[in-house]
């Protein structure tokens, strides 16, 4: 049975890098990256959100179609509303596929630190500006309490990314 891997998380955990990873080590497997997807739209930078929600809707369909062919998607994706982990649940019953949600998660000040000194790119660099623009620091680290207890309500495992390896094993042994 296929499976949809959800790996959710605040911003920096490490969501995007340890997506191409486990993708890389199960091959056949689809990265469905929202917020590259997100960045092929113009002017997507300038609506940010608005544009999120017509992906999402077409990334919905991709991993859909992608799933129903038997295959597994990862999907690196900041989610902290109930509503919307019930798109993605329900996208994953409907292609006959199992959805696997998971928090990542790392001690605070490391979080912190890795937000602060990634990559910056396109995608990051609008990403960094809206969580500026909201709040900053501590905007980050109440997303980080929220998906935290959104795992307990959804009894979701919580993966630790202090160390990739050990990451990306559990990420194996919950989809394998």
């Not at 940010?48 to 597994?72: I, K, N, P």
């Amino acid at each position: 049975m296929p499976v949809l891997l959800h790996l959710n998380g605040p911003s920096g955990v490490g969501k995007s890098t340890l997506a191409r990873a486990h993708a890389a080590a199960h091959p056949g497997t689809l990265l469905c990256d929202i917020d590259e997807l997100r960045s092929w739209v113009s002017g997507w930078e300038d609506d940010f959100v608005g544009t999120g929600e017509a992906v999402r809707q077409t990334a919905l369909a991709l991993m859909t179609a992608y799933l129903r062919s038997g295959r597994d998607v990862v999907l690196p994706q900041l989610i902290v509303t109930p509503a919307q982990v019930e798109r993605f649940e329900a996208a994953a019953a409907e292609a006959g596929a199992t959805y696997v949600g998971v928090v990542l998660d790392v001690a605070p000040d490391t979080l912190l630190e890795r937000l602060h000194a990634r990559e910056v790119t396109p995608v990051t660099a609008v990403i960094s500006r809206i969580i500026e623009e909201r709040g900053g620091d501590p905007l980050v680290l109440e997303g980080r309490r929220q998906l935290l207890d959104l795992a307990g309500e959804r009894d979701w495992p919580v993966v630790d990314t202090t160390d990739r390896d050990a990451a990306l094993d559990a990420l194996a042994r919950l989809v394998d």
